[in-house]
């Protein structure tokens, strides 16, 4: 009884708190979640209950306590867990009330768990018929790939063998070791093949191979819950920017549904309950849009206003650089390289110059995408090109790295506030200069969706966020109401330096999340 009407629950971790107490008994709502609220005002400090109680509590280390073996112990560990949450709450309070945060902690953060908490428990239906042929092909593909560069190499590579691998890339290869930075152990992880990547065509070729398998073991072979759902855990405070993190659930059932590739063939397996349809939507260039609004270009505003496509703005300016003049028209349509039209091939280096890509990074990004090999020399005449062109851009970058230089705090327009703890330089202005976009980006969708929840006419209901995605499930004769309701939600203009901006919505229907069709 005191669970289901009570509306002022505090809890550390409320996912696992509250998920756990549903198993038992109804739980009205939850009022404060701790790890939630230190990471609205700190988000790049650790958000444990051990980090808190040593910060915000007179309480010494008692965790030690919930291994004794002793059952009055394990008790008093628990009443203990009670006791100093709810003193760091009270000091949480004091501290989002000085910041500023109170408003968009109760206004935005709170409702947004609710809604992504019912969302995981929720999840979305999988068609088994389609997964089993996804999970065929994705063999088929490895085994192929697999075979090729067996016979090539002249032998039996298991590329997913963390001690043949390690073998092949440090003994025969003779590459640099990569070591893991926690426990300073041999590596062969992905972040270790992608840097020897860059300069042995081998290993590139080995995370081709691994692309299919990690889909496999992600993706076709998960665990499903018994009513064939796939469900997920989402976490608010989980990255730096607000941005949403997923993972499979405390049953180590469902998956990371943020995660899933675009491709629709990857997607289709996703469908709708019998006798609804799914409807998605996402912003449109958002990142892009929001960059121009912080950096006050004006010109890149009236060519957004008269409907112009800023990535192809971006990707002539670059060809430009490497004297490949061509019309927007073949920008557009014309694809040089792995089926990607030049427009989206460019869309990368684009992206990564307005958060100060450097040079290398950029050649980088031009032969994966474009097919094209640059020297450093030219990286560095595209960089200068592209700001130059684009100077209000190189101007913001600057206004952002005197921030760094003074407070370093920087605040959204939605009031997500967060103060930069890391050591000065290049690194971190690279990071100051991506959150603005970023976390404006995510907070739009997200206020977005928690009221675009609240509006949903009966029956429909939200089942996934994709961190730029947002879908519904309804019946098909509601379509035209969700849709009304999507647009509306979505038409709140952003305030950026006393101008509204207001980012296009892309919306798409259909009977699965891989065969959706767009809505004008």
């Given at each position: 009884r005191?669970?289901?009407?009570?509306?002022?629950?505090?809890?550390?971790?409320?996912?696992?708190?509250?998920?756990?107490?549903?198993?038992?008994?109804?739980?009205?709502?939850?009022?404060?979640?701790?790890?939630?609220?230190?990471?609205?005002?700190?988000?790049?400090?650790?958000?444990?209950?051990?980090?808190?109680t040593s910060v915000y509590t007179r309480f010494p280390y008692y965790k030690w306590m919930r291994m004794s073996g002793d059952k009055n112990t394990f008790f008093k560990y628990n009443a203990l867990d009670a006791v100093v949450t709810f003193q760091v709450k009270q000091k949480l309070e004091e501290e989002l009330t000085e910041y500023d945060l109170k408003d968009f902690f109760y206004g935005f953060v709170m409702p947004l768990w609710h809604c992504t908490f019912r969302m995981g428990l929720r999840g979305i239906l999988v068609d088994n018929k389609a997964?089993?042929?996804?999970?065929?092909?994705?063999?088929?593909?490895?085994?192929?790939?697999?075979?090729?560069?067996?016979?090539?190499?002249?032998?039996?590579?298991?590329?997913?063998?963390?001690?043949?691998?390690?073998?092949?890339?440090?003994?025969?290869?003779?590459?640099?070791?990569?070591?893991?930075?926690?426990?300073?152990?041999l590596t062969t992880d992905e972040k270790a093949l992608e840097?020897?990547?860059?300069?042995?065509p081998e290993v590139r070729e080995i995370l081709t191979i691994r692309k299919p398998l990690n889909l496999r073991?992600?993706?076709?072979?998960?665990?499903?819950?018994?009513?064939?759902?796939?469900?997920?855990?989402?976490?608010?405070?989980?990255?730096?920017?607000?941005?949403?993190?997923?993972?499979k659930t405390l049953w180590r059932t469902g998956?990371?549904?943020?995660?899933?590739?675009?491709?629709?063939?990857?997607?289709?397996?996703?469908?709708?309950?019998?006798?609804?349809?799914?409807?998605?939507?996402?912003?449109?260039?958002?990142?892009?849009?929001?960059?121009?609004?912080?950096?006050?270009?004006?010109?890149?505003?009236?060519?957004?206003r008269s409907g112009g496509d800023i990535h192809a703005f971006g990707a002539q300016i670059i060809l430009d650089a490497l004297d490949l003049k061509m019309p927007v028209t073949t920008v557009l349509n014309v694809g040089p390289y792995k089926g990607k039209t030049i427009r989206d091939g460019t869309k990368p280096v684009v992206h990564g110059l307005n958060y100060l890509l450097g040079p290398d990074h950029l050649c980088?990004?031009?032969?994966?995408?474009?097919?094209?090999?640059?020297?450093r020399t030219q990286g560095k005449l595209v960089r200068e090109r592209y700001y130059k062109k684009r100077y209000r851009i190189a101007a913001w970058h600057e206004e952002i790295r005197e921030v760094m230089n003074t407070t370093r705090i920087l605040i959204t327009p939605f009031g997500r506030r967060r103060n930069f703890f890391g050591r000065l330089g290049?690194?971190?202005?690279?990071?100051?200069?991506?959150?603005?976009?970023?976390?404006?980006?995510?907070?739009?969708?997200?206020?977005?969706?928690?009221?675009?929840?609240?509006?949903?006419p009966e029956l429909a209901?939200?089942?996934?966020?994709?961190?730029?995605?947002?879908?519904?499930?309804?019946?098909?004769?509601?379509?035209?109401?969700?849709?009304?309701?999507?647009?509306?939600?979505?038409?709140?203009?952003?305030?950026?330096?006393?101008?509204?901006?207001?980012?296009?919505?892309?919306?798409?229907?259909?009977?699965?999340?891989?065969?959706?069709?767009?809505?004008?």
């Open positions: 005191f669970f289901s009407s009570h509306d002022g629950l505090i809890a550390q971790n409320g996912i696992f708190d509250i998920t756990m107490l549903l198993q038992h008994f109804p739980v009205k709502r939850l009022h404060f979640d701790t790890m939630v609220a230190h990471h609205t005002v700190y988000p790049e400090l650790p958000h444990s209950l051990d980090f808190l997964r089993g042929e996804l999970d065929r092909e994705l063999e088929k593909e490895a085994d192929q790939l697999q075979m090729v560069f067996n016979k090539r190499i002249g032998q039996i590579l298991n590329v997913r063998s963390h001690t043949q691998m390690k073998e092949y890339l440090y003994e025969t290869l003779k590459l640099p070791k990569q070591y893991d930075r926690k426990t300073g152990a840097k020897l990547a860059k300069k042995n073991s992600k993706l076709t072979k998960a665990k499903l819950d018994e009513d064939d759902r796939a469900r997920t855990q989402y976490s608010q405070s989980v990255t730096d920017t607000g941005r949403l993190s997923s993972r998956m990371d549904l943020q995660n899933i590739h675009r491709e629709p063939s990857k997607r289709k397996m996703f469908i709708a309950d019998p006798g609804f349809v799914l409807t998605s939507y996402d912003l449109s260039q958002s990142e892009g849009r929001i960059v121009i609004w912080f950096a006050k270009d004006e010109e890149g505003k009236m060519f957004l980088e990004l031009v032969s994966e995408n474009l097919g094209l090999s640059i020297t290049e690194d971190l202005l690279r990071k100051m200069v991506a959150h603005l976009p970023q976390s404006t980006s995510v907070d739009c969708l997200d206020s977005a969706m928690v009221r675009i929840d609240l509006r949903l209901v939200h089942l996934v966020q994709a961190h730029d995605e947002g879908v519904v499930q309804h019946l098909p004769e509601q379509t035209e109401e969700i849709h009304s309701i999507i647009r509306e939600e979505l038409s709140f203009p952003i305030i950026i330096h006393n101008d509204p901006l207001v980012i296009p919505v892309e919306i798409k229907t259909g009977p699965n999340w891989g065969e959706l069709k767009e809505i004008k």
